[in-house]
């Protein structure tokens, strides 16, 4: 496995692991892979059939005959359950149901006649890859895992794809070493039992979007609740986020209404217009039984913190290092106060809400209340009318709208009309990205074009699956940063169930520019009281983003010195240092540069095991 951090710990939140078939060629890598401080679980043959790290808290397992089940991460279900589940199974495929029926957030691990199945979880969240390791093939949750002990650089191209803005689908699902697979969220990987084949099979697919918005408020209540039930049924402390937004206000009093005592935190924006904390406090006046902590505004780190510190295990680059200051500032101080959790309301701006595109559909099927709606959302987001048109008529299948974008990564930011009714934003390279990574990114743009598929025909339930999988990449990496500081963190909005019921709703009543979030004001009416359901706003934190571009200058100046991406031939970093001294140019303020320092702060960070690659 991957050496641990000295000071990265094994409490909960932070469950990692490789699974082994149980044959002897897969026992002698797996033997291979164990550290001081890794645990094993074992076939019933006494072979390795799990190693890695987790806690007792986070894995319930059932051992039956030669079968063997594991659920590794949130989930009610308990051991005699799962063993009469194990007792029952007679081919691995009879698990998609198992994992389609549990609430919560895991992966689940299954053992058959000495196969093995790993899949994590639809939303992301919970990702599986795979490689060959001395001609057997290991499955595990992490990528880095397998290239350490293959001894692998990552590869450059797949780097340069990474430098675009943003890196589109399927790009932004492959791992940074092609000798490592992915698994994609919907799929398992089931390997043979002499451990030299595997392959990957569909568990889940998506509802179609057809339920009316009175028949789904019910069930999206239900999963909800059961959601947040599954972190808060062992009672105890638990600390949540209380933004006095729709999304984090709904975890709260759902929180309140179970065994664990309630701590609310809420984090004032230090902009004036910001009214977070006047929200907070509505709600707080009918939760009696919640302590509430408010946090001191300008104490609250800035966007960009930090950035030189960063030494987190991660096993891609990810964007959430901008903000990772700012994620991790009061957990000590929540902990401190008897939390053993903090729920947030992540998720919800990508399950409460959905994509305008599902009105390029719409349009076509029922263009008479589309165009009413459609007047709504140009007056709401103003968009143009002529833009409008445009991204109505335009029908390119996904693979050549990938195919195009190829042709125009040096162009200018696409409208948001074109994003918003389109297949998604139009990945785009900047200046200081150098012409062989633009190159090696065109290159990888039109291999994907020439096979890709959506992940939905509807280019609204594409985009939102991508927004909720891209989100979830970056969350799963805030999740290990949180178990390391010592108060995991949980986000109900992004569980399987939550999801599938959010996304089961009629497009034309989840999405309106005349309501906002009205799917889970319905769902929430009764358990949230309603002066707290009539927010129609969002706290953006603009103001503290551009301040920590601003103060934060000379760390971002300090990062492109001998910069990693530089020394691979990737960006200019003259370039880079001239924009760090000029934090006011035009368009930094629209985050261009975070997928490129996502990739700096992830080189420098690579865990002992892995090497920096050569140009």
Request: hydrophobic share 45%.
């Amino acid at each position: 496995m991957t050496e641990l951090h000295e000071s990265a710990g094994t409490g909960p939140g932070d469950a990692h692991f490789a699974v082994f078939t149980d044959h002897a060629d897969a026992a002698a890598v797996a033997r291979s892979l164990a550290r001081p401080g890794t645990r094993t679980l074992t076939h019933a043959s006494g072979r390795p059939w799990m190693v890695g790290h987790w806690h007792d808290d986070e894995v319930v397992t059932a051992n039956v005959g030669g079968a063997a089940v594991a659920v590794v991460g949130c989930c009610p279900i308990d051991t005699d359950a799962l063993r009469r589940r194990a007792a029952r199974l007679r081919d691995l495929a009879e698990l998609d149901a198992l994992a389609r029926s549990l609430p919560g957030s895991f992966h689940l691990v299954g053992a058959l006649d000495g196969r093995i199945r790993v899949q994590g979880t639809a939303s992301g969240l919970r990702l599986v890859f795979h490689a060959e390791i001395d001609g057997v093939r290991v499955a595990a949750t992490r990528a880095d895992t397998l290239a350490a002990v293959l001894g692998l650089d990552p590869d450059v191209e797949r780097l340069a794809v990474r430098l675009m803005w943003p890196a589109p689908y399927p790009l932004s699902e492959t791992s940074l070493w092609p000798a490592v697979t992915a698994v994609p969220p919907q799929d398992a990987v089931v390997v043979t039992a002499d451990g030299r084949t595997a392959r990957h099979t569909r568990w889940w697919t998506p509802p179609e979007p057809v339920r009316p918005l009175a028949a789904a408020a019910p069930l999206i209540r239900t999963a909800l609740q059961e959601a947040v039930g599954a972190r808060t049924r062992q009672g105890g402390v638990v600390s949540c986020d209380l933004s006095g937004g729709l999304d984090s206000t709904s975890v709260c009093f759902l929180a309140d209404r179970s065994p664990a005592h309630v701590v609310a935190s809420t984090w004032p924006g230090r902009d004036p217009a910001d009214t977070d904390l006047h929200w907070a406090e509505q709600a707080m006046s009918h939760l009696p039984d919640v302590k509430h902590v408010v946090w001191d505004a300008d104490a609250s780190p800035l966007v960009y913190e930090d950035l030189l510190g960063i030494d987190d295990l991660l096993d891609e680059p990810t964007i959430g290092v901008m903000d990772r200051a700012r994620v991790l500032h009061h957990l000590p101080g929540l902990s401190a106060r008897g939390s053993r959790l903090h729920l947030t309301g992540i998720g919800g701006d990508h399950v409460a809400w959905c994509s305008e595109a599902y009105y390029h559909r719409l349009a076509r099927t029922r263009p008479l209340f589309a165009l009413r709606q459609l007047r709504g959302f140009r007056a709401l987001w103003q968009w143009p009318f002529a833009g409008t048109a445009r991204a109505l008529a335009d029908s390119r299948p996904y693979g050549k709208w990938l195919a195009d974008a190829a042709d125009d990564l040096r162009g200018p930011l696409p409208h948001s009309v074109a994003t918003g009714l389109g297949w998604g934003m139009a990945p785009r390279l900047f200046d200081w990205v150098t012409p062989d990574a633009g190159r090696m990114a065109r290159r990888a743009l039109l291999a994907a074009a020439a096979t890709a598929s959506p992940l939905h025909p509807d280019r609204g339930l594409h985009s939102d699956l991508e927004q909720i999988r891209s989100s979830t990449r970056v969350i799963r990496q805030w999740d290990r940063m949180a178990a390391r500081v010592g108060l995991p963190m949980a986000s109900p909005f992004l569980d399987d169930r939550v999801i599938e019921a959010f996304l089961a709703v009629r497009p034309s009543e989840r999405v309106t520019p005349w309501a906002y979030k009205p799917v889970l004001s319905a769902a929430m009416r009764g358990i949230v009281p309603d002066p707290c359901l009539r927010r129609a706003t969002k706290a953006t934190a603009s103001m503290d983003a551009s301040n920590g571009l601003r103060e934060h200058r000379a760390d971002l100046l300090a990062l492109w010195e001998g910069s990693r991406l530089e020394a691979l031939g990737l960006v200019d970093g003259a370039e880079l240092r001239r924009l760090a001294q000029r934090p006011a140019s035009p368009g930094l303020s629209d985050a261009i540069l975070y997928s490129t320092i996502a990739a700096e702060v992830w080189l420098r960070g690579l865990t002992r095991g892995t090497r920096v690659p050569h140009p």
